[in-house]
């Protein structure tokens, strides 16, 4: 199973970025999703994220200008981002328990980071 992050990139404080993260390979069922980020010397946080047949939760700090969603039949993850703040400038890892097979454990696997970059 491999998780591809994309959408990063540079943008001006207010704007905005949708990032997606698409997971390949074998899949037999996805169920809790979240996004993370990791500024640079600081520890990894939880973003936000879709716990398994629950509503979406959010940091304190993206509340009303992040919305985390899915896509089931496409196998991806999206963090739209709104209203963004210099401080929200981090690499930004996705996160999904997969199934591979119908008796297997689930097991958490990882994008590879992509890197938002938010200038004042």
């Known amino acids: 199973v491999q998780l591809q992050a994309s959408g990063g990139g540079l943008v001006q404080a207010g704007g905005s970025l949708r990032l997606s993260c698409v997971a390949s390979?074998?899949?037999?069922?996805?169920?809790?999703v979240a996004w993370y980020r990791q500024a640079p010397g600081k520890q990894r946080e939880l973003v936000a994220t879709?716990?398994?047949?629950?509503?979406?939760n959010y940091a304190d700090s993206v509340k009303g200008r992040f919305t985390i969603s899915r896509d089931n039949a496409k196998n991806t993850l999206y963090l739209q981002m709104s209203s963004l703040k210099p401080e929200d400038t981090a690499v930004y890892y996705c996160?999904?328990?997969?199934?591979?097979?119908?008796?297997?454990?689930?097991?958490?696997?990882w994008g590879q980071g992509t890197l938002v970059t938010v200038s004042s």
């Open positions: 996160n999904a328990e997969v199934m591979t097979t119908s008796w297997d454990l689930r097991r958490d696997y």
């Open positions: 390979g074998s899949i037999f069922s996805i169920y809790g």
């Open positions: 879709i716990p398994t047949g629950r509503s979406p």
